[in-house]
């Protein structure tokens, strides 16, 4: 036998260890995620799925002077509102007048320190967020998205 036919019988042989050994290494994987006791499966705990956006509703851009000395900024800002469920809507645009007095109530209290870092941005929304939740009668305001959000 030549060294040529003895070099292609190891590498068959070592290429051949790997994949057995990988097929159990995935087969081994597999087996030590499935439950042994069926006593367990109702231990696991069910994952809900966290991502499921609620019905939105966009509100019309609003622009406020900001608290800054000189009056000289301004915030443009447009919001997206997620509601909890679909009554909700119903409830927002029948309380429309005073949602947006809320939020043009708070706003103009605003300096651009204020909301100019993410921190700031998430306070904000916050704030903005429980004088809304404030006002509902059915649902609830679950998050604010904004849209647009300028200060000059």
């Known amino acids: 036998m030549s060294k040529t036919v003895l070099i292609i019988i190891i590498s068959v042989a070592v290429l051949f260890m790997g994949m057995v050994g990988a097929g159990f290494f995935i087969l081994w994987n597999k087996i030590s995620q499935v439950p042994q006791d069926p006593a367990k499966v109702a ?8 991502n499921v956006i609620g019905p939105l509703y966009s509100l019309d851009t609003m622009i406020v ?13 447009t919001m997206a509102l997620e509601l909890s469920d679909p009554e909700s809507v119903a409830t927002i645009e029948s309380r429309l007048p005073q949602v947006r007095d809320a939020v043009l109530m708070i706003l103009p209290t605003k300096t651009y320190d204020d ?21 509902m009668t059915k649902g609830r305001v679950t998050n604010i998205y904004f849209t647009e959000f300028v200060v000059q």
């Open 43 to 50: 231990e696991m705990p069910v994952e809900e799925e966290e």
């Open 65 to 77: 002077n900001l608290a800054d000395h000189g009056g000289k900024r301004y915030l443009r800002v």
């Open 115 to 135: 909301v100019s870092t993410t921190d700031g941005k998430i306070a904000l929304r916050n704030q903005v967020m429980e004088k809304i939740n404030s006002l």
